[in-house]
């Protein structure tokens, strides 16, 4: 990270806990003049829209061995439309598959995170969809989703009905089975899919938390800069019962690693059967894995602790941003938790 960036950030935290926001603001507003923001979290006015439900639109690319990446565009006009890139895998058209909705962090964008995460691979080898939603500068001047104002942190309305709109029009115009939909994201993308899991839990099976924070942790900028600097203040009485996974590495200077703890606690029930299992990565990186059990042995929750790991997508590749190639496979591992969580029948 930019030093120049990193400095200015802690003034503006340190400026915020001193009650002068006037200040933290002009400070955050340097650092965005002059310096690389993190994919966790830039600050900036939103647009609230409501939900909206059109057509949208894709480019169609021919069917291929390895599969298409199509551009598309969803949810209606001016801010509340938002472009996306969908991997479409080759076995497309054969029976229904599963989906995986990648939410990228600030400043990054869908072509960006997928060569990052190399999530596109995992879908060809294993075959599944993997739709990356873009936010639009617009509505934040870094790509940030706004999971930190409470006017997208609900149903029916702002950036999670916009996103659950574009999934449902995708999984319209493509074979995907609706029991094996799944939202995964890095910092920034990583809270939208925290809140994602909680506010349309009938849409997605299972949630990927990458070094993101929990549902609600933050209203505004003063308690955004707080969670992401010590963690947020408890937001829900019971567990959601969605099943989570989470990333996180413990040199995560942007955003705390308290915050997995927390999004695992949102998720799994209080009294879960906790099983931990340390490991080392092939690329050097030592972890400890804490799996959530229910009374019945159910897995409910995966936490990766990535020891020494920055804010980085684990084991991602160099040809995206913010990556560390040296941690355990984070693609890979959400891959196998989804799959192994469809959503129950129904009755």
Avoid at 11 to 35: M, S, W
Avoid at 41 to 62: H, L, M, N, Q, S
Avoid at 215 to 238: E, I, T
Avoid at 252 to 272: C, K, L, P, Y
Wanted: glycine share 10%; aromatic share 6%; hydrophobic share 40%.
């Amino acid at each position: 990270m930019n030093p120049d960036y990193q400095r200015l950030m802690q003034e503006a935290t340190r400026l915020t806990q001193a009650g002068n926001l006037q200040g933290a603001t002009a400070a955050i507003q340097a650092a965005l003049g002059g310096a690389q923001p993190s994919a966790a979290y830039v600050p900036a006015d939103f647009i609230d829209v409501a939900a909206r439900e059109v057509p949208g639109t894709e480019t169609k690319t021919p069917a291929s061995p390895q599969g298409s990446f199509i551009a598309g565009s969803s949810s209606g006009a001016g801010p509340g439309r938002r472009d996306y890139k969908l991997f479409v895998p080759p076995n497309a058209a054969s029976h229904a598959l599963p989906l995986v909705v990648m939410l990228h962090g600030c400043t990054q964008a869908p072509d960006d995170f997928a060569a990052g995460t190399a999530m596109n691979d995992a879908a060809l080898a294993q075959g599944f969809f993997v739709l990356y939603p873009a936010q639009s500068q617009q509505a934040n001047p870094q790509r940030c989703w706004n999971w930190f104002k409470h006017s997208h942190q609900e149903r029916g309305r702002g950036e999670p009905a916009l996103l659950a709109a574009m999934t449902r029009e995708v999984m319209a115009a493509h074979a995907i089975d609706p029991r094996r939909v799944y939202v995964a994201g890095l910092s920034a993308g990583g809270a939208m899919a925290a809140i994602l899991g909680e506010t349309y839990p009938d849409l997605f099976a299972a949630v990927g938390v990458h070094s993101g924070l929990a549902a609600g942790a933050a209203k505004d900028l003063p308690s955004a800069l707080g969670a992401m600097k010590s963690g947020g203040a408890p937001v829900r009485r019971s567990a959601s019962g969605v099943p989570t996974i989470v990333f996180h590495g413990d040199a995560d200077a942007t955003v705390n690693a308290a915050n997995g703890e927390q999004v695992i606690a949102a998720s799994a029930a209080a009294g879960a059967r906790v099983e931990r299992q340390q490991g080392k990565a092939a690329g050097g990186r030592a972890y400890t894995r804490s799996v959530h059990h229910s009374h019945d042995g159910t897995v409910l929750a995966e936490h990766w602790l990535v020891h020494g790991a920055p804010h980085a997508w684990s084991g991602g590749s160099p040809r995206g941003s913010y990556t560390d190639a040296r941690g355990p496979d984070a693609s890979a591992e959400m891959v196998r938790f989804f799959l192994a969580h469809p959503r129950p029948p129904a009755h």
